[in-house]
């Protein structure tokens, strides 16, 4: 059982979660003794000025897996964000300046509630929650990441979709003066995903606004970014600033970019493999150099909720 009820989980399994309290609790402290925020320290590449803000009021789910998280330092500077450059390590440093405030959220399409909205009032009618997710990238390699975030199926419940929206569709900022990578075309910005209206109303997809207990930071997708653990990271789009409800599947970027390589679905699956690698194992980050690759998970071992989303579809050819 990969999903865990608060009363299934054992104390020697909490010892993660006490271990990274303890960290912020670090982190605080040196924040307090360097004086000046962290900005010239080491440190302050790592976790943004600012970013610090703990989050209130954030509650623990039934959903979070029992596996302990990856340390906030693997999560925070092996990174994919290619508004910030498409190198691991890029966007920690291009992304440190990035101002994820003020932000506003443009809902459009077919819905009863299309509109523009600041972020703080978009995400304020919904319950912020702790969801520790096993996350899978397409390119083999795997972490556990203690998000903070809003159920999007309770956001789209409230954005009220016509019976014309099959799909949700959603777009990242693109604005060349605050990410620089945009200025080099390796895709065709701005970054865009979607979702099937049923994969977006499963209890398990977040807009996560934190990590760890605390503000997300910029290379993880400040202010707002979406989690899918079934699929594979590249769905997990960040910095978004659209949401859009679709008749008609959305263009995602990385099937326009490679339509033979990455499909809409992205379900990850060790049985269908990458044109160019297999699928059918992984690397944790953060693991001994000399720990054997795992096996990867159907569905990245969240079959249970999401397999019935793809009853009758040949997950082949759906990749
Ligand atoms: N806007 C945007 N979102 C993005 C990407 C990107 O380049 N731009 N990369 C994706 C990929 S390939 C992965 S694996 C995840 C990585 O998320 P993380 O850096 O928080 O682990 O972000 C996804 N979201
Ligand atoms: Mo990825």
Redesign the pocket.
Same mark, same amino acid.
Do not use: A, D
């Given at each position: 059982m990969l999903i865990k009820k608060p009363s299934d989980i054992r104390p020697s399994e909490i010892t993660s979660h006490d271990n990274y309290l303890n960290r912020r609790e670090f982190i605080r402290a040196g924040a307090i003794a360097g004086g000046s925020l962290l900005a010239s320290s080491a440190l302050g590449a790592v976790i943004p000025e600012g970013q610090l803000a703990k989050l209130e009021g954030v509650r623990a789910s039934a959903f979070s897996t029992g596996e302990s998280p990856n340390s906030y330092d693997d999560?925070t500077t092996?990174?994919? *964000?290619? =508004?910030f450059g498409t190198g691991k390590g890029d966007?920690v440093v291009y992304a440190r300046d990035f101002e994820p405030r003020p932000w506003t959220i443009r809902v459009e399409g077919h819905a009863e509630k299309t509109g523009t909205f600041d972020l703080d009032d978009f995400v304020k009618p919904f319950d912020l929650e702790e969801r520790i997710y096993r996350?899978r990238?397409?390119?083999a390699w795997s972490?556990v990441?203690p998000w903070v975030g809003i159920s999007l199926a309770e956001v789209v419940k409230h954005l009220q979709p016509t019976s014309k929206a099959k799909y949700v569709a959603f777009e990242?900022?693109n604005d060349p003066d605050r990410m620089p990578?945009l200025r080099r075309r390796v895709?065709d910005w701005? *970054?865009r =995903?979607g979702l099937t209206i049923a994969e977006a109303t499963n209890p398990l997809p977040i807009l996560a606004v934190g990590l760890y207990g605390e503000v997300l930071p910029n290379?993880?997708?400040a202010p707002i970014?979406?989690v899918v653990p079934w699929k594979?990271?590249?769905?997990?789009?960040?910095?978004i600033v659209t949401i859009r409800f679709t008749e008609r599947m959305p263009k995602t970027?990385?099937n326009m970019s490679q339509p033979r390589e990455y499909g809409f679905y992205a379900n990850v699956n060790p049985e269908v493999n990458h044109p160019r690698w297999s699928q059918a194992r992984e690397r944790r980050i953060g693991a001994s150099v000399f720990a054997t690759k795992q096996p990867t998970l159907m569905f990245n071992g969240y079959g249970d909720e999401v397999a019935h989303l793809y009853d009758g579809l040949d997950l082949r050819r759906n990749f």
């Open positions: 999560i092996y990174n994919n *964000y290619y =508004e966007p996350m990238c397409v390119e972490m990441i990242t900022l990578g895709l701005p *970054y =995903e290379q993880n997708g970014r979406l594979y990271g590249f769905k997990g789009i960040k910095s970027s990385w």
